[in-house]
């Protein structure tokens, strides 16, 4: 069992930054990847960006590239996103998810991008 816990959301002006953190707790032993998704009101969930915990690998979506990083902590099992430019179409509820033996997921972090 895999536990994944997001902070760091908030409220900020477009423009703005915010940096997100998801500790992953647990039997992170097999854990494959993370990665972050985000849901905006009425919306469906979609992929933000991605980290293969193997190799670093990492993908991002096409519209955060250029102006969100996803970085790691090895030794503390604690993936980031830096987000910078925010734009108010960033407005969502933002999602940690690890991917081992199983899927995990994170209850969400809410982040908003005034104008």
């Known amino acids: 069992q895999v536990h994944v816990a997001e902070s760091g959301g908030g409220l900020v002006q477009a423009g703005g930054s915010l940096r997100l953190s998801c500790a992953a707790s647990?039997?992170?032993?097999?854990?494959?990847?993370m990665a972050w998704f985000r849901q905006r009101p009425g919306e469906e969930r979609e992929f933000v960006a991605a980290i293969k915990w193997s190799n670093g690998w990492i993908q991002y979506a096409d519209s955060v590239k250029g102006r969100f990083t996803l970085s790691r902590d090895n030794a503390k099992n604690t993936l980031y996103l830096q987000m910078n430019s925010l734009k108010p179409e960033d407005t969502a509820v933002y999602y940690c998810?690890?991917?081992?033996?199983?899927?995990?997921w994170g209850q969400g972090t809410q982040v908003i991008v005034s104008s």
């Open positions: 998810y690890a991917k081992g033996v199983n899927d995990y």
């Open positions: 647990g039997d992170t032993l097999n854990n494959n990847a």
